[in-house]
């Protein structure tokens, strides 16, 4: 059974960095799209970036271009979401996703990870 848990989130003030973790298990991954996703209060949920396990390849929303980084780390089975330069809106719940054969855009992934909250103070 595929499992994804997401760790890291916590409170930062605007400005500062964090480094989302999102660890997987249950299956080899080197044919999924690892995405991430954040939900804000009130809002739908987003998507923020995705890397290819096998490949390395990754893209990233707009909004996030240039602060946000994704990697993965094969040894470790874990994929994650340096985020820097923090902004207020970037205050969420970020979630972890694995799909498929999905392209690094999609957001019909196939598994979700419990996420993890992201606060961001002035």
């Known amino acids: 059974q595929v499992q994804l848990v997401e760790s890291g989130g916590g409170l930062v003030q605007a400005g500062g960095s964090l480094r989302l973790s999102c660890a997987a298990s249950?299956?080899?991954?080197?044919?999924?799209?690892m995405g991430w996703f954040r939900q804000a209060p009130g809002k739908e949920r987003e998507f923020v970036g995705s890397i290819l396990w096998s490949g390395g390849s990754n893209a990233y929303a707009d909004s996030v271009k240039g602060r946000f980084t994704i990697s993965r780390d094969n040894d470790k089975n874990t994929v994650y979401l340096q985020m820097n330069s923090l902004k207020l809106e970037d205050t969420a719940v970020y979630y972890c996703a694995a799909g498929i054969y999905k392209s690094l855009r999609s957001r019909s992934m196939d598994y979700w990870g419990k996420g993890t909250l992201v606060t961001v103070s002035s």
């Open positions: 249950g299956r080899a991954f080197s044919s999924y799209t």
